[in-house]
């Protein structure tokens, strides 16, 4: 069973530019979750979708980042534009929809704005 | 408010010995609790999760935790660590909608000396 993939591995922007990343969870998974890494920092929850559904977006920093998940399969995390703060590693999870299970995570992407 | 610390960020402990990673968290009611660990280049791997029952829980690659309610502790141990070992460990705390929002640790990175 393939696990869960991110693309890119890693990107470098300039400050101003628009980057997207992409998110493909385990098939059948229809929770997925995006967290974020700032350099040396906790990772911290940014949102989750059901299928297709924002179930909870508390984490996003600001109206510069938005998330798609059409048809509730793959995700993509779109930053416009991109900050200097903006910088990390962004890991996508996905778990099944029943209570208490386990997050699955990808190996994440790392974005360095410049 | 839910929050996890790891209040060693690293750590180094030669081969054969024992190790015990510490981690505290705060949330207000019964805690779902998870190690995860993240070698490099690859996705955040799940040590083991507790929510309830017995209170030493047992997971993959010979590593055990125990949940402490009075200490707020969720302390990770192994009795004796191998040079694969050598990654960074994050605890987590499960929370929200079907504990799917997960607060994590800021990590504890982990080398071991031959």
């Known amino acids: 069973e393939a696990g869960v993939t991110q693309f890119p591995s890693h990107s470098v922007i300039e400050k101003g530019q628009t980057v997207t990343l992409r998110c493909d969870p385990i098939?059948?998974?229809?929770?997925l979750y995006w967290y974020r890494r700032v350099m040396g920092k906790e990772i911290k929850f940014l949102l989750h979708?059901?299928?297709?559904?924002?179930?909870?977006e508390s984490g996003m920093p600001n109206n510069r980042f938005l998330a798609e998940r059409t048809g509730g399969t793959y995700s993509t995390l779109k930053v416009q534009p991109a900050e200097l703060e903006d910088s990390g590693v962004y890991f996508c999870?996905?778990?099944?929809?029943?209570?208490?299970?386990?997050?699955?995570f990808g190996p994440g992407t790392r974005l360095t704005v410049l | 408010a839910q929050s996890v610390t790891q209040p060693d960020i690293h750590i180094t402990v030669s081969e054969g010995a024992s190790l015990e990673l510490r981690c505290n968290y705060s949330?207000?009611?019964?805690?779902?609790l998870f190690w995860y660990v993240q070698s490099p280049g690859q996705g955040l791997q799940l040590l083991l999760k507790y929510f309830s029952g017995d209170t030493l829980v047992q997971g993959i690659k010979g590593f055990e935790a125990e949940f402490k309610r009075s200490q707020s502790s969720f302390n990770l141990r192994k009795p004796s660590v191998h040079w694969s070992d050598a990654a960074e460990y994050f605890c987590?705390?499960?929370?929200?909608?079907?504990?799917?929002?997960?607060?994590f640790g800021s990590g504890t990175k982990l080398n071991v000396k031959p």
């Open positions: 987590a705390v499960g929370a929200g909608y079907n504990f799917n929002k997960f607060y």
């Open positions: 979708f059901v299928k297709e559904s924002k179930q909870d």
């Open positions: 949330y207000g009611a019964t805690p779902y």
């Open positions: 999870a996905s778990s099944q929809e029943t209570l208490y299970n386990e997050q699955f």
């Open positions: 098939s059948g998974h229809d929770n």
